[in-house]
């Protein structure tokens, strides 16, 4: 559900909301993906509209999955959450004037202790959800990440808003509207690339349920992921070295389906810090 701004929104609260994104604000996940985090979101709620000046609403908190991972005698766990969100933003007397709703899930993967698995997927949604209603409002709260991952102000104007005259500081019949910038396309929606929240709990794979006979190792160009021959690399040797962990654990035979499972993505598609990743994982879960 989303309402229009009424106009009850002072000339430096537009100020704000129609500058550009400065670069301090937005960093990058572990895809590679732009984002601004979530802490920052509630700054500039309070920056444009004031202590009190926003209301946040937990419409929904749904547990969408809960799994549990043997390893011997103990367990992992991975939880999914679905958050449903409002925002309601009001003007310096209190009033409501806008509504926004965002939804999105947020997990935690591959955890030791249960609770820690649902706060983790819950806080991870929370902030997901919470981004997704605030960038309704603009640049300033990362609208124009979508852009490509531009910083540069993709608003600009609004005819509900037009800038006022030096003369008596009436609106002007029909603004002088900017060039807009060039559009790019959205980022894939399964990757959230403006929103992937970087509080995120690292996606990470799960060990083999219970130890099963050692498998062989694939040779180097066999194995899901491999370069060409063209000699080392630091992705090469990277997924040399999960292979070898997954070895290690008794879960070679596993680890492309838990792989794509936990990045999103065939390991032929893994970048060598998610190898890494996975090798350490698999590593601590040898040493547990």
Same mark, same amino acid.
């Given at each position: 559900?989303?309402?229009?701004?009424?106009?009850?929104?002072?000339?430096?609260?537009?100020?704000?909301?129609?500058?550009?994104?400065?670069?301090?604000?937005?960093?990058? @996940?572990?895809?590679?993906?732009?984002?601004?985090?979530?802490?920052?979101?509630?700054?500039?709620?309070?920056?444009?509209?004031?202590?009190?000046?926003?209301?946040?609403?937990?419409?929904?908190?749904?547990?969408?999955?809960?799994?549990?991972?043997?390893?011997?005698?103990?367990?992992?766990?991975?939880?999914?959450?679905?958050?449903?969100?409002?925002?309601?933003?009001?003007?310096?007397?209190?009033?409501?004037?806008?509504?926004?709703?965002?939804?999105?899930?947020?997990?935690?993967? @591959?955890?030791?202790?249960?609770?820690?698995?649902?706060?983790?997927?819950?806080?991870?949604?929370?902030?997901?959800?919470?981004?997704? $209603?605030?960038? @309704?409002?603009?640049?300033?709260?990362?609208?124009?990440?979508?852009?490509?991952?531009?910083?540069?102000?993709?608003?600009?104007?609004?005819?509900?808003?037009?800038?006022?005259?030096?003369?008596?500081?009436?609106?002007?019949?029909?603004?002088?509207?900017?060039?807009? +910038?060039?559009?790019?396309?959205?980022?894939?929606?399964?990757?959230?690339?403006? *929103?992937?929240?970087?509080?995120?709990?690292?996606?990470?794979?799960?060990?083999?349920?219970?130890?099963? +006979?050692?498998?062989?190792?694939?040779?180097?160009?066999?194995? +899901?992921?491999?370069? +060409?021959?063209?000699?080392?690399?630091?992705?090469?040797?990277?997924?040399?070295?999960?292979?070898?962990?997954?070895?290690?654990? @008794?879960?070679?035979?596993?680890?492309?389906?838990?792989?794509?499972?936990?990045?999103?993505?065939?390991?032929?598609?893994?970048?060598?810090? *998610?190898?890494?990743?996975?090798?350490?994982?698999?590593?601590?879960?040898?040493? $547990?």
């Amino acid at each position: 559900m989303t309402t229009e701004l009424t106009g009850r929104l002072t000339d430096l609260q537009l100020k704000v909301l129609f500058s550009e994104l400065h670069k301090s604000r937005v960093g990058q @996940n572990q895809k590679g993906f732009s984002h601004v985090q979530q802490w920052d979101v509630r700054r500039f709620l309070i920056r444009v509209f004031g202590f009190g000046g926003y209301d946040t609403e937990l419409v929904s908190i749904d547990c969408v999955k809960e799994i549990e991972i043997k390893a011997g005698d103990r367990s992992r766990w991975t939880v999914v959450y679905r958050v449903h969100q409002r925002l309601t933003v009001k003007d310096i007397y209190g009033r409501p004037i806008a509504t926004f709703d965002g939804v999105a899930t947020g997990d935690a993967q @591959n955890q030791p202790g249960l609770g820690d698995a649902h706060d983790g997927a819950v806080k991870e949604a929370d902030s997901q959800s919470l981004k997704r $209603a605030a960038v @309704n409002l603009g640049d300033a709260f990362g609208l124009s990440l979508y852009n490509g991952g531009s910083t540069a102000p993709v608003v600009l104007w609004s005819a509900a808003h037009p800038p006022k005259t030096a003369e008596g500081g009436k609106p002007e019949a029909v603004p002088d509207v900017p060039e807009d +910038p060039p559009v790019q396309p959205e980022p894939d929606a399964v990757q959230q690339a403006p *929103e992937s929240e970087p509080a995120a709990q690292p996606a990470t794979p799960a060990p083999a349920p219970a130890p099963a +006979p050692a498998l062989a190792d694939p040779p180097a160009q066999q194995r +899901p992921g491999a370069m +060409p021959a063209a000699g080392p690399n630091e992705r090469q040797a990277a997924l040399d070295s999960m292979w070898e962990a997954a070895r290690a654990v @008794n879960f070679a035979d596993g680890l492309p389906a838990q792989f794509q499972a936990s990045f999103g993505h065939p390991i032929e598609q893994g970048t060598a810090a *998610e190898f890494r990743q996975a090798r350490d994982l698999m590593a601590g879960s040898a040493a $547990a």
